[in-house]
């Protein structure tokens, strides 16, 4: 398995390996693997007519049966004794069913080792002390959501001064706290540390439109960053424009929109994917996008739009090997005017699954609720 160390802890993340067949081979091993040590998968991949051997090149990648995001809500599928499990995340959804996904020891060092040189790329990872707002969820004993690890996760490439959260745990639940967060702010504002911006889109508009209308710019330091996670176009109502957002952004708070980046992740899929100034994300050589036909899951022509789906052999502890989501999205190979070689994907919306409640639209609902 030493392969996939080498796969996932390149310097350089866009750049493809020199071994053509590092993740083809990585992919193979781990796909063995879960077929003999979760039954339930083992029975899955033998109805789909599947073994390893069927993987002669990238593109018989589809050929892995292609377990939905929706699946994991309802089954635990685990490749590893649940006693070897060191984190379990929950997907967002904080009322519907979610996801129990958990990770042993090998496969979280390796997604922390890829995570660490992943940050680095972008220029997250810095030793300067930093205040943060997370714009989301306090950490709290009573939810194991995946999305606010991961928000938390965030904290921890920089060392931090300060959290402030605008969503405080009441002990059994959550209040909107953006007057803290606004006050919390001013206060940053006059130190000499960057300022950290981490969470949901909706809430950075929100917060960025209260100043406006209050009248206040700052001019944070010049090294301050805003990390967003979570899709636009989930949220009901109309999509923020993201142009005029980041003009909204710069003008509040004195942050140029090179320094404001945008991620997408799923807990079933623990990988982030970042948006270029282009608006596309492109796929890092950790991990394969397929975007799929709704109807046959069989993979669509590149520039067709089709369910958004991901291969990567990064955990061990569970068959997360080649997941589908229920994004809506198309693949088109690179380059990019942006300068960046690699393929990527461009989210077009969400597929229209009823019962299904992201952290996201949560955090629009709460903030339906303020006057
Ligand atoms: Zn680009």
Redesign the pocket.
């Known amino acids: 398995m030493d392969e996939r160390k080498r796969l996932f802890l390149k310097r350089d993340p866009y750049s493809p390996p020199k071994d053509e067949t590092l993740f083809l081979r990585s992919v193979k091993a781990l796909a063995a693997h879960h077929i003999a040590s979760c039954p339930d998968y083992a029975r899955i991949a033998e109805a789909a007519g599947f073994t390893p051997d069927a993987l002669r090149s990238e593109a018989d990648l589809f050929r892995i049966p292609v377990l939905p995001t929706l699946y994991f809500k309802r089954n635990r599928l685990f490749s590893v004794p649940e006693r070897k499990l060191c984190v379990t995340a929950t997907s967002s959804g904080t009322k519907g069913a979610q996801s129990l996904v958990g990770f042993d020891r090998k496969s979280l060092l390796l997604g922390i080792g890829m995570m660490f040189r992943f940050f680095r790329y972008y220029g997250v990872l810095s030793p300067v002390p930093v205040n943060y707002i997370v714009l989301g969820y306090e950490p709290s004993r009573h939810t194991q959501m995946g999305a606010i690890k991961t928000a938390y996760g965030t904290t921890k490439f920089a060392p931090a001064l300060h959290r402030e959260y605008a969503l405080k745990d009441t002990g059994t639940d959550y209040a909107l706290n953006l007057d803290g967060v606004k006050r919390a702010l001013l206060r940053y504002a006059k130190s000499p540390f960057p300022v950290r911006f981490v969470g949901f889109p909706p809430y950075m508009f929100f917060l960025a439109k209260l100043l406006q209308n209050e009248g206040i710019r700052l001019k944070l330091n010049r090294r301050s960053m805003i990390l967003l996670g979570g899709g636009w176009k989930q949220f009901s109502g109309e999509e923020i424009d993201r142009n005029a957002f980041f003009r909204l952004i710069e003008d509040t708070l004195g942050i140029p929109r090179e320094r404001c980046l945008e991620f997408y992740s799923a807990v079933e899929h623990p990988m982030a994917y970042v948006r270029?100034?282009?608006?596309?994300f492109?796929i890092p050589s950790y991990s394969r996008v397929i975007v799929r036909d709704p109807a046959t899951l069989l993979p669509v022509p590149d520039g067709t739009e089709g369910l958004l789906s991901f291969v990567t052999p990064l955990v061990t502890s569970m068959p997360l090997l080649s997941v589908v989501t229920d994004d809506i999205a198309v693949r088109r190979e690179?380059p990019?005017?942006?300068?960046?070689g690699a393929p990527?994907f461009d989210l077009i919306g969400r597929a229209g699954v009823s019962g299904i409640k992201t952290c996201a639209a949560g955090a629009n609902e709460l903030l339906g609720r303020q006057p």
């Open positions: 270029c100034r282009e608006g596309h492109h690179g990019c005017p942006c300068g960046c990527y």
